[in-house]
């Protein structure tokens, strides 16, 4: 029940953080057999939570056993599936409570349920995938010649940020073709070492499925072109959940054209990259106004108009909280990785106090019905408050005008990059 209640206001939740939520390869999730779903893991626990918040299988979790310590926390990670796994810097006397953690996972399988672990083992905000560790294939072979499992499906899982710690960023999850474990392991030759080659295998399997760079490239530079080209390359500015291939499709053309940059060329395109962000603080301003018409820039100006008005409720009642959060968070987390999860959890439970507190007293004076439709009004405006958002960022003022020969002089630099990244222009 604790988990299905998480799961619901997480995923509202994730509606109001992220502008856009992109989902690809649903459709791969085994609907009820063993799964273990491995996933690339930049930033913190928030991909553990987008995860079962985007797919119809409830989760069971393998998380840092240290978090179990804190006693406050060990009733609520245990009431949504969590299960401790601890690592060598943790100590060898609780590295021997793997085994517990193991012969549970184990049982989670056998039942025919999902379970997600990180196979990287820790958390770095990086935009690549990092060797993984050979946990996952113990888990996956184990579950097939000790505990007979009938049939496991390893879905590899890729999340990818836009921009991780920028709230109304856009985030893309790509499920890819399930690997049936007990079909594989019929294939492996006698004498072959199955651990390190099943790794090599989830390794290939989970790279496939993620948008990457190499790891000696810059990932600012990467994620300023990002910025530059996503008119065209995801067109549109409506917010929400769209789920396609061709999202993942286009994101991944972007991030190879990337990869195959390298000496001066990179340098040329990092430098061409940066002497169009320099002509303004404002660059997804800058190039909304480049590719979008008068016309259509008026309409976001009036609708932008409407949106404050519509969220100025939300504004008074979730305002404090939230910038309490933000506050908090960038005095308080060191590690950048824990950043935009920490400060969503705070949010949400703010977020949720202030409801409840809210509900109550209008409950208290004027009945139930009148409190829940004013607390569902109050939503609406704090969706419309984050709208608003969207749009005073495409319209935010630039540092000089645009005249006509500057314009086409930037679009022409800005579809020179595209040609060059991703191929011919459309």
């Not at 690549?128 to 049939?151: D, H, M, N, S, T």
Request: proline share 4%.
């Amino acid at each position: 029940m604790i988990y299905k209640i998480l799961k619901i206001w997480a995923n509202l939740s994730f509606r109001i953080y992220f502008r856009r939520i992109f989902l690809s390869g649903v459709e791969n999730i085994p609907k009820d057999a063993a799964v273990l779903f491995i996933v690339n893991h930049p930033n913190s626990f928030l991909e553990a939570c987008l995860v079962a918040s985007f797919q119809h299988r409830e989760l069971h979790f393998l998380v840092r056993g240290d978090m179990f310590e804190k006693k406050w926390l060990k009733p609520i990670l245990k009431w949504s599936n969590q299960i401790p796994i601890f690592r060598f810097k943790d100590g060898f006397s609780k590295l021997k409570k793997n085994k517990s953690t193991f012969d549970e996972s184990f049982k989670v399988l056998q039942q025919n349920k999902a379970l997600l672990i990180f196979p990287e083992a820790s958390t770095q905000m990086v935009r690549f995938l990092r060797p993984l560790q050979k946990g996952a294939a113990r888990l996956a072979i184990g579950a097939i010649e000790e505990y007979q499992v009938k049939e496991l499906y390893v879905v590899p899982t890729g999340v990818f940020y836009t921009s991780a710690n920028k709230v109304r960023s856009e985030v893309l999850l790509r499920f890819g073709k399930p690997l049936e474990i007990r079909n594989w392991l019929s294939k492996c030759p006698e004498g072959t070492d199955k651990l390190a080659e099943l790794t090599q295998d989830f390794q290939n399997t989970l790279d496939d499925v993620m948008i990457s760079i190499r790891p000696d490239q810059d990932s600012l530079t990467f994620e300023k072109l990002l910025t530059l080209l996503e008119p065209l390359v995801l067109p549109g500015k409506n917010a929400g959940i769209f789920t396609n291939e061709q999202t993942f499709v286009s994101l991944n053309k972007l991030a190879n054209g990337f990869r195959q940059l390298h000496g001066d060329r990179l340098h040329q395109i990092s430098h061409e990259i940066q002497s169009i962000h320099h002509l303004d603080p404002s660059p997804v301003s800058m190039v909304f106004r480049l590719f979008t018409s008068l016309w259509m820039r008026l309409i976001y100006a009036k609708g932008m108009v409407l949106l404050f008005f519509a969220g100025l409720p939300a504004v008074i009642f979730y305002g404090i909280p939230f910038a309490l959060a933000k506050s908090f968070t960038m005095n308080k987390i060191r590690h950048i990785e824990f950043f935009a999860p920490v400060r969503l959890a705070i949010s949400m439970f703010l977020h949720a106090l202030v409801s409840i507190l809210l509900l109550s007293v209008v409950w208290n004076q004027y009945g139930v019905w009148f409190a829940l439709v004013a607390i569902l009004l109050l939503q609406m405006s704090l969706y419309a408050f984050v709208r608003f958002l969207d749009f005073s960022t495409f319209l935010k003022p630039l540092r000089r005008s645009l005249d006509q020969p500057l314009k086409a002089h930037l679009q022409g630099k800005v579809k020179s990059l595209y040609q060059l990244i991703m191929g011919e222009f459309n």
